[in-house]
């Protein structure tokens, strides 16, 4: 029987067909467009996602049904001694509350272990790499589950948002911060750093914008994680809901500014994407794993 299984959700950026070639299961985190149920990467792509978003069409995130959680842990428990299950952030969904429930349930005591990794996007998928890593290399559950919440506040997201109105339509900011944000211009950007999204800066425009995500991650290289001397050893990623000549651009920028780091620039889940709306741009910065031999 082989040791461990890593599962994670859709909001790892990891979907069905990347999974099944690294070996990693996902759970598909379901939303409702119109009142109907939908699954991300599997009955609704992220292109056809955003066509529902700009259409003014009503949009609602949801976790994954605690039943379609547990039927993956059942099937792979006959093939596994353990699961490890990473989901997106505490701070920013209650799917992981109700899968550290579902895990004390005696049929899992021992047998699933529950990652509350605070993470979500590319900084949670690098944490879904690691755990593969270090099941391949024979940890057990226990073992990958205290490495990565002992590691979890070792990254930060920052995110240029192009409108402000999804922030308001969900409850983040009021509708008249928005409606002065609106007014003014501001392309503010946003930090997510362990369960938190706050505000991080105010900029008036989107080259500002860029400037000030890079800026934010020389600062936690050099002060926050001391990295000036071993650049090396932070992972840079990327992140979007903007359209492909933007990204592109913002791709090249960001190669510019770490041309030694194999960079990863994916879209940005769904259940961030409701709240962010179309056009933003994110980077992130993560200390990298150091994984202790065993």
Same mark, same amino acid.
């Given at each position: 029987? *082989?040791?461990?299984?890593?599962?994670?959700?859709?909001?790892?950026?990891?979907?069905?067909?990347?999974?099944?070639?690294? %070996?990693?299961?996902?759970?598909?985190?379901?939303?409702?467009? %119109?009142?109907?149920?939908?699954?991300?990467?599997?009955?609704?792509?992220?292109?056809?996602?955003?066509?529902?978003?700009?259409?003014?069409?009503?949009?609602?995130?949801?976790?994954?049904?605690?039943?379609?959680?547990?039927?993956?842990?059942?099937?792979?428990?006959?093939?596994?001694?353990?699961?490890?299950?990473?989901?997106?952030?505490?701070?920013?969904?209650?799917?992981?509350?109700?899968?550290?429930?579902?895990?004390?349930?005696?049929?899992?005591?021992?047998?699933?272990?529950?990652?509350?990794?605070? +993470?979500?996007?590319?900084?949670? +998928?690098?944490?879904?790499?690691?755990?593969?890593?270090?099941?391949?290399?024979?940890?057990?559950?226990? +073992?990958?589950?205290?490495?990565?919440?002992?590691?979890?506040?070792?990254?930060?997201?920052?995110?240029?948002?192009?409108?402000?109105?999804?922030?308001?339509?969900?409850?983040?900011?009021?509708?008249?911060?928005?409606?002065? %944000?609106?007014?003014?211009?501001?392309?503010?950007?946003?930090?997510?750093?362990?369960?938190?999204?706050?505000?991080?800066?105010?900029?008036? *425009?989107?080259?500002?914008?860029?400037?000030?995500?890079?800026?934010?991650?020389?600062?936690?290289?050099?002060?926050?994680?001391?990295?000036?001397?071993?650049?090396?050893?932070?992972?840079?990623?990327?992140?979007?809901?903007?359209?492909?000549?933007?990204?592109?651009?913002?791709?090249?920028?960001?190669?510019?500014?770490?041309?030694?780091?194999?960079?990863?620039?994916?879209?940005?889940?769904?259940?961030?994407?409701?709240?962010?709306?179309?056009?933003?741009?994110?980077?992130?910065?993560?200390?990298?794993?150091?994984?202790?031999?065993?």
């Amino acid at each position: 029987m *082989t040791r461990t299984a890593i599962v994670t959700d859709s909001n790892s950026g990891i979907f069905q067909d990347e999974a099944g070639a690294r %070996g990693i299961y996902v759970v598909p985190m379901p939303f409702y467009v %119109g009142g109907k149920l939908y699954y991300e990467g599997v009955t609704m792509t992220w292109d056809e996602f955003f066509e529902h978003l700009k259409n003014g069409e009503d949009i609602s995130t949801s976790t994954p049904a605690r039943g379609d959680v547990t039927d993956l842990w059942d099937k792979l428990l006959k093939d596994y001694e353990n699961i490890v299950y990473i989901p997106m952030s505490s701070g920013l969904s209650s799917s992981c509350s109700m899968a550290i429930l579902a895990a004390q349930d005696d049929k899992y005591e021992g047998r699933v272990f529950v990652v509350n990794n605070q +993470r979500i996007s590319v900084t949670q +998928r690098q944490s879904v790499l690691d755990a593969k890593e270090m099941a391949d290399r024979g940890f057990g559950g226990a +073992r990958i589950r205290q490495i990565l919440e002992d590691t979890k506040f070792d990254s930060s997201i920052y995110i240029m948002v192009d409108t402000l109105k999804y922030l308001k339509k969900g409850g983040r900011i009021t509708p008249a911060a928005a409606a002065l %944000g609106t007014l003014l211009r501001l392309k503010p950007v946003l930090q997510i750093q362990g369960e938190k999204l706050d505000a991080y800066a105010k900029c008036r *425009t989107v080259k500002q914008a860029k400037t000030t995500m890079l800026e934010a991650v020389d600062k936690d290289m050099k002060e926050r994680f001391r990295l000036g001397d071993h650049p090396e050893d932070a992972v840079i990623a990327g992140a979007y809901t903007a359209g492909q000549e933007t990204v592109h651009e913002w791709i090249k920028e960001v190669n510019t500014a770490y041309p030694n780091h194999d960079i990863v620039i994916q879209p940005l889940p769904l259940s961030i994407s409701c709240h962010i709306g179309p056009g933003s741009l994110a980077v992130t910065i993560s200390k990298k794993l150091v994984i202790p031999e065993e």
